[in-house]
Structures are given as C-alpha cells and as structure tokens.
Nanobody
Framework: VQLEESGGGLVQAGGSLRLSCAASGRAFTITSMAWFRQAPGKLREFVAHQTSSGGITTYTDSVKDRFTISRDGAKNTVYLQMNSLKAEDTAVYYC??????????????????WGQGTQVTVSS
C-alpha cells in the first residue's frame, strides 16, 4: 500500500485547508485510516481516525468541532477538512493506514503504512 498526501500549505488563523490522502496498491486490505501530526520538537500526535466502513470516527479533543475526517471509497481517498485553524495546528500532517485496526487507535505503531507528510502552517 502506498499513501500520497496533498493539500497542505500556509493559511491565516481562522482559515481552512483540506488535506487528501490517496491510497494505492493493495488498498483493499486497509481497515482503518487516520491522520497524525508532528510539530517541531514534539512527538507525533493523533488527530483523527475512521474505519474503512466509515462506521467509527474519532478525533483528538483539540480538533473536535473544527476538523472532519471523511473518505471516498471509490477513490480510496481519505480527507481531513480543517476549519477555524489555529497557530497551534501548525505541524507536518501524516496520513496513516492500517490493515489490522478496526477500532479507533491513537497508537501510531498500530498503523502499517504512512504517507510522506504534508506541511500545514497557520500564521497568527
């Protein structure tokens, strides 16, 4: 499985961005997809997760009501719509996929596949 992210960039505080993550290869083996982020000098942090069926979605508290994870099964693509962005959302955002997890997992070691990361910078 290969994951390719797009959609990062520079935005002012209060603005919006939409990240995309397209899966290719043996995408049919994916059971869950998630977004993580890593700011300079910090550990990789869970952001959002969704099962491949779309039945279970979860978010870290700091992005609830601002970020929305969704998927297009036909395109094997997962999205992260980010609204009301804050300076503290600045980080490299990574898409992750698992062929094992069928429940919301915040543990990055549970994800088999990772994208290359896309930079999101929010100016205050």
């Amino acid at each position: 499985v290969q994951l390719e992210e797009s959609g990062g960039g520079l935005v002012q505080a209060g603005g919006s961005l939409r990240l995309s993550c397209a899966a290719s290869g043996r995408a049919f083996t994916i059971t869950s997809m998630a977004w993580f982020r890593q700011a300079p000098g910090k550990l990789r942090e869970f952001v959002a997760h969704q099962t491949s069926s779309g039945g279970i979605t979860t978010y870290t508290d700091s992005v609830k009501d601002r970020f929305t994870i969704s998927r297009d099964g036909a395109k094997n693509t997962v999205y992260l719509q980010m609204n009301s962005l804050k300076a503290e959302d600045t980080a490299v955002y990574y898409c992750a996929a698992s062929a094992i997890v069928t429940y919301p997992s915040r543990n990055p070691t549970m994800y088999n596949y990772w994208g290359q990361g896309t930079q999101v910078t929010v100016s205050s």
